[in-house]
T-cell receptor, first 111, second 115 residues
Framework: DAKTTQPPSMDCAEGRAANLPCNHS???????VYWYRQIHSQGPQYIIH???NNETNEMASLIITEDRKSSTLILPHATLRDTAVYYC????????????FGTGTQLKVEL | EAGVTQFPSHSVIEKGQTVTLRCDPI?????LYWYRRVMGKEIKFLLH????????ESGMPNNRFLAERTGGTYSTLKVQPAELEDSGVYFC?????????????FGPGTRLLVL
């Protein structure tokens, strides 16, 4: 699976959009981009995933660049409960079914 | 629908003792995964079951760890004998299909402390 690079930490004001970037410049054509988050003392929580097209669900939006070398997770109206570590994971057939977690981005949402 | 459950939530044992962790996947999910995070490190994959069969156990650290999934429902992860470096949080996840793009859903984890 391709390696990902994320900033170690970000801050966001409550009610504002949180935009979390991820670089995956070595991604191959059949690899998906997944986002999970881990709120303190809980298990990782699935957020969203995509292959080429932008995706949106009730939690977030995922914007993938045309060359697929980077993506952005958008939380449109961040709340204090969105404070967590966010993991961008690239996953394809080469790595089997396992998820390879990096260090992620610690998002802190403040009043 | 109930999510992935894990038992116990916390366990404190002494070095050399045995501990068994249990995971109940989401009903109908054939795929079950074990991961762990040891102190200060990233979450690491341990192994993957498809029903009762071990599909991938490449992440198991050594032969002190034994995972089973008899009957293809719940799974146990036994650590025997436990060492100090086994302390950490052990997560279980499940997914419905045998497909690499299938979403995995995680349990709350078992926090293991070996003294």
């Amino acid at each position: 699976d391709a390696k990902t690079t994320q900033p170690p930490s970000m801050d966001c004001a409550e009610g504002r959009a949180a935009n979390l970037p991820c670089n995956h410049s070595t991604i191959s054509g059949n690899e998906y981009v997944y986002w999970y988050r881990q709120i303190h003392s809980q298990g990782p929580q699935y957020i969203i995933h995509g292959l080429k097209n932008n995706e949106t669900n009730e939690m977030a939006s995922l914007i993938i660049t045309e060359d697929r070398k980077s993506s952005t997770l958008i939380l449109p109206h961040a709340t204090l409960r969105d404070t967590a570590v966010y993991y961008c994971i690239v996953r394809g057939t080469g790595g089997g079914n396992k998820l390879t977690f990096g260090t992620g981005t610690q998002l802190k949402v403040e009043l | 629908e109930a999510g992935v459950t894990q038992f116990p939530s916390h366990s404190v044992i002494e070095k050399g003792q045995t501990v068994t962790l249990r995971c109940d996947p989401i009903s109908g999910h054939d795929n079950l995964y074990w991961y762990r995070r040891v102190m200060g490190k990233e979450i690491k994959f341990l192994l993957h079951f498809v029903k009762e069969s071990k599909q991938d156990e490449s992440g198991m650290p050594n032969n002190r760890f034994l995972a089973e999934r008899t009957g293809g429902t719940y799974s146990t992860l036994k650590v025997q004998p436990a060492e100090l470096e086994d302390s950490g949080v052990y997560f279980c996840a499940s997914s419905k299909k045998m497909a690499w793009e299938e979403t995995q859903y995680f349990g709350p984890g078992t926090r293991l402390l070996v003294l």
